[in-house]
Every structure is written in C-alpha cells, then in structure tokens.
Nanobody
Framework: QVQLVESGGRLVQAGGSLRLSCAASALRFSYYALAWFRQAPGKEREFVAA????????SYADSVKGRFTISRDNAKNTVYLQMNSLQPEDTAVYYC?????????????????WGQGTQVTVSS
C-alpha cells in the first residue's frame, strides 16, 4: 500500500524558513512525479510545486516562485519543499502527492496518491 507521510510543518514567524519532507513507501519512487499542494482554511486546494521523476524539471505556482524550492532524493524516497521568506498567506495544510509519470513536471495534471498533510502556520 502506497504511503506518503509529510513532516516539518510548524508555527513560524513571517520572513522565516521551513523545510517540509515527504517520505514515500511501497512505490517505485524514481518513476513518480511528485508535487506539493496546499489548502488554507475556507479555500480550495492549490498547486504549489512539482518535480519530475528524475528531478530534471520543476514547476512552481507564481505565488511561490523565487521563495520555495522543491527537490527530491530518490535514494531516500523523499521529496522536500524548502520554503523561504514565508508570509502569513502561506499558512495552510501542505500535502505531497505522487503520480506515475515520466513527463516533465509541468505536464502532470493528475495525482493519484496523497499524504495526510502537515500544518504550516506563519504568524505576522
């Protein structure tokens, strides 16, 4: 059974940094595209960042470009989201997602596997 487990979320002050991790099990990790999404209270889930199976391509939402970096370590079956210059509007539950795909990061538009999420709260 495929499992994605996020960690690293916590309360942080505006301007601070966090690194989220998502550990995957029971899937051929290196064949999967991975992504981070987030959902703030009362809002729909939104795309944050994605990375291709090899790590060769990445894609970001405009709202996080230049502040967030997605990366992966296929040897550790883990995907990361480095978040810098955090702002209160970044407050949300962050989810990682996986999809079997050998396409570039920006070309994947459907994800079958999801984690349970980790809460990120940015105080002003």
């Amino acid at each position: 059974q495929v499992q994605l487990v996020e960690s690293g979320g916590r309360l942080v002050q505006a301007g601070g940094s966090l690194r989220l991790s998502c550990a995957a099990s029971a899937l051929r990790f290196s064949y999967y595209a991975l992504a981070w999404f987030r959902q703030a209270p009362g809002k729909e889930r939104e795309f944050v960042a994605a990375i291709s199976y090899s790590g060769g391509t990445t894609s970001y939402a405009d709202s996080v470009k230049g502040r967030f970096t997605i990366s992966r370590d296929n040897a550790k079956n883990t995907v990361y989201l480095q978040m810098n210059s955090l702002q209160p509007e970044d407050t949300a539950v962050y989810y990682c997602a996986a999809e079997w795909s050998l396409r570039p990061a920006g070309a994947v538009d459907n994800y079958d596997y999801w984690g349970q999420g980790t809460q990120v709260t940015v105080s002003s």
